[in-house]
């Protein structure tokens, strides 16, 4: 079965860092697609960016130039760098690996991201 384990969430203040992490672990097929979703208190999940094993990107408008989506396929393990964090970027970031090839989601617990004002 295939795990999805993410780290780095916390409390910041407005306009500092966080980096995230998500170690996969288990069979996954070297043609895919991993990416961050969040829920914000409130609110439906929602796109945060995608990286395929081939290093495209795709974000949201909102984080576009403030946060960074990289991966390590060696590893399994997929990134997001984020800064200038903002308080409606407070959120559960959920990561997700999507297999094209036998169209199946997988998805971690969430780790919480908090953003003072």
């Known amino acids: 079965q295939v795990q999805l384990v993410e780290s780095g969430g916390g409390l910041v203040q407005a306009g500092e860092s966080l980096g995230l992490s998500c170690a996969a672990s288990g069979y996954i097929f070297t043609s895919n697609i991993m990416g961050w979703y969040r829920q914000a208190p409130g609110k439906q999940r929602e796109l945060v960016a995608t990286i395929t094993s081939g290093g495209s990107t795709n974000s949201a408008d909102s984080v576009k130039g403030r946060f960074t989506i990289s991966r390590d396929n060696a590893k399994n393990t997929v990134y997001l760098q984020m800064n200038s964090l903002k308080p409606e970027d407070t959120a559960v970031y959920y990561c997700?690996?999507?297999?094209?090839?036998?169209?199946?989601?997988?998805w971690g617990k969430g780790t919480l991201v908090t953003v003072s004002p």
């Open positions: 997700n690996v999507h297999q094209p090839l036998y169209g199946v989601d997988y």
